[in-house]
Nanobody, 123 residues
Framework: QVQIVESGGGLAQPGGSLRLSCAAT????????IAWLRQSSGKGREGVSC????????YYADSVKGRFTISRDNAKTTVYLQMNSLKPDDAAVYYC????????????????WGQGTQVTVSS
């Protein structure tokens, strides 16, 4: 059974930081591309970043380049999204998802999803 669980969301001030975690069934993390996507109120789901299972290549949406960093632990049990210099526009529900394609951020390429974690950016 595939299980993906996100954690680490919460409230941050503009300019602040949060780190999201994505824990998943081990084989999913080992063989899949893992992505973070987000959805804010009234908008569609937007790909933020992804990391490949093989060489660990990372990809970012232009809106978060230089501010967000995706990584995974050596045991490949958890994928992280470090979010720095947060902006109000970053506020959304953040989802962790798994798929087989490398380097894509469109939601249609992802087959397994977590329930999401809320990120609020406000002073």
């Amino acid at each position: 059974q595939v299980q993906i669980v996100e954690s680490g969301g919460g409230l941050a001030q503009p300019g602040g930081s949060l780190r999201l975690s994505c824990a998943a069934t081990s084989f999913i993390l080992e063989y899949s591309t893992i992505a973070w996507l987000r959805q804010s109120s009234g908008k569609g789901r937007e790909g933020v970043s992804c990391i490949s299972s093989g060489d660990g290549s990372t990809y970012y949406a232009d809106s978060v380049k230089g501010r967000f960093t995706i990584s995974r632990d050596n045991a490949k049990t958890t994928v992280y999204l470090q979010m720095n210099s947060l902006k109000p526009d970053d506020a959304a529900v953040y989802y962790c998802a798994a798929g087989l394609r490398v380097g894509v951020l469109e939601e249609g390429y992802y087959d397994y999803w977590g329930q999401g974690t809320q990120v609020t950016v406000s002073s």
